[in-house]
């Protein structure tokens, strides 16, 4: 099964470098956003399995916008799932993890297809347990 992926960042030079690496490991990046506004507006419109939502999003909190997210895809009926990344320890955040919507938290350096799947099935290390 292919995964149709949103990656959400505020870092321009991550998303191009995590788009690359992800679509070449099997990943279709249906899209990637700078900001909660665009993610909001591209979920509706792509409808992806799966949303890499940065912790950190400049003024924004990822946190907030996984929460936002759980909240569409409830009132619309749709499948999608939101997984964490961040290049912070998941020590440091580990009380908002466990409120957290989100199936799972990748750190950025372990960012991968299998990381992905893994998380979205479970089986991954990406928990937020």
């Given at each position: 099964?292919?995964?149709?992926c ?40 792509l ?31 749709l ?23 989100a ?21 991954g ?5």
């Amino acid at each position: 099964m292919v995964i149709r992926c949103l990656i959400v960042d505020d870092s321009t030079a991550f998303l191009a470098a995590a788009e690359r690496a992800l679509t070449s490991q099997g990943i279709n990046i249906v899209g990637v956003a700078h900001d909660s506004a665009q993610a909001i507006a591209d979920i509706n419109a792509l409808q992806p399995d799966v949303v890499l939502v940065d912790v950190y999003l400049g003024a924004e909190s990822g946190f907030a916008l996984a929460e936002r997210i759980e909240a569409i895809a409830r009132a619309h009926s749709l499948a999608v799932q939101v997984i964490l990344i961040s290049s912070h320890s998941r020590d440091e955040m580990v009380d908002l993890l466990h409120e957290s919507p989100a199936v799972a938290f990748v750190d950025k350096a372990e960012l991968s297809a299998q990381t992905i799947r893994g998380a979205l099935h479970g089986t991954g290390d990406g928990r937020p347990t």
